[in-house]
């Protein structure tokens, strides 16, 4: 039996709308790797649609919310290599794109019909969402929801300050 990963906070709108503002506060170029640094001075969501929703994700856990990746011809014709858009799709069926921006409406429609369920990339991937947790999380332990679930979560170990 395999056990799942609690949640990091709970999920609902609140705590969607905070963690999200701290993402895309923090989607930084040294997030990309260097081949996506010309595009991103373009469109500052360029390159990091596997950051936010793989941190999104992490905050929140397959209990609430899947990765999605579709394979977008477009860029990888330009680029000459496979280039995917990620996004998230919660437990009702609301698509959670904080990068969307970076296509026309239409294109990334046509993204989302072929999208598949995913997980997080290793290697460098992994590396890139895990600074990025770190980054949301420092933005927002001072918050009373950080603070609160780490109360319960020292009371539930028998850890005292």
């Known amino acids: 039996m395999v056990s799942r990963i609690e949640p990091f906070i709970p999920y609902n709108k609140r705590n969607l709308n905070r963690v999200s503002k701290s ?52 860029t990888s014709k330009q680029l000459n290599e496979n280039f995917y858009h990620w996004w998230i799709v919660d437990k009702d069926s609301q698509i959670i794109d904080l990068t969307s921006s970076q296509y026309s409406q239409s294109y990334v429609k046509k993204l989302y019909k072929i999208g598949e369920k995913s997980s997080i990339l290793g290697f460098d991937y992994k590396k890139r969402v895990k600074k990025l947790f770190s980054k949301v999380f420092n933005d927002l332990i001072g918050d009373e929801l950080i603070d609160a679930l780490n109360q319960i979560r020292k009371e539930k170990s028998g850890t005292k300050e």
Do not use: V, W
């Open 23 to 74: 993402i895309l506060k923090h989607l930084t170029p040294d997030l990309l790797p260097k081949k996506y640094l010309i595009q991103n001075k373009k469109n500052k969501f360029y390159g990091h649609c596997h950051n936010a929703s793989g941190c999104l994700y992490m905050f929140f856990r397959s209990q609430n919310m899947h990765m999605y990746r579709a394979y977008d011809e477009k």
